[in-house]
Nanobody
Framework: QVQPVESGGGLVQVGESLRLSCASS????????VGWFRQSPGKEREFVAC????????YYGDSVKGRFTISRDNSKNTIYLQMNSLKPEDTDVYYC???????????????WGQGTQVTVSS
């Protein structure tokens, strides 16, 4: 079983950048499609980005296209989410999830991290 662990969240100003990382304990993330989602209290979990095992395919949510980049380094067992030109509406808890198929739906991911808070201040 794989257990994703997120890191890299924090407080930044509008327009700044932040890079989130997702590593794992247990089985390596290289065996899984990995997605990033975000959620605020009282809102549904929103798809941010996902990447296939060999990085062949990546997909992005409309609200982050052109600003966020997902990548992975399987030799380091780590998936990254580079977030540029951050906006106040990007403030959320960001979750890393692992699954068996490429998908924008959270229900298709079996393993979830605890989340990391990203706050963008104006």
């Amino acid at each position: 079983q794989v257990q994703p662990v997120e890191s890299g969240g924090g407080l930044v100003q509008v327009g700044e950048s932040l890079r989130l990382s997702c590593a794992s304990s247990g089985r390596p993330l290289s065996q899984y499609v990995v997605g990033w989602f975000r959620q605020s209290p009282g809102k549904e979990r929103e798809f941010v980005a996902c990447i296939t095992q060999s990085s062949t395919y990546t997909y992005y949510g409309d609200s982050v296209k052109g600003r966020f980049t997902i990548s992975r380094d399987n030799s380091k067992n780590t998936i990254y989410l580079q977030m540029n030109s951050l906006k106040p509406e990007d403030t959320d808890v960001y979750y890393c999830a692992a699954g068996g198929q490429i998908s924008t739906h959270p229900t298709n991911y079996n393993y979830w991290g605890q989340g990391t808070q990203v706050t963008v201040s104006s």
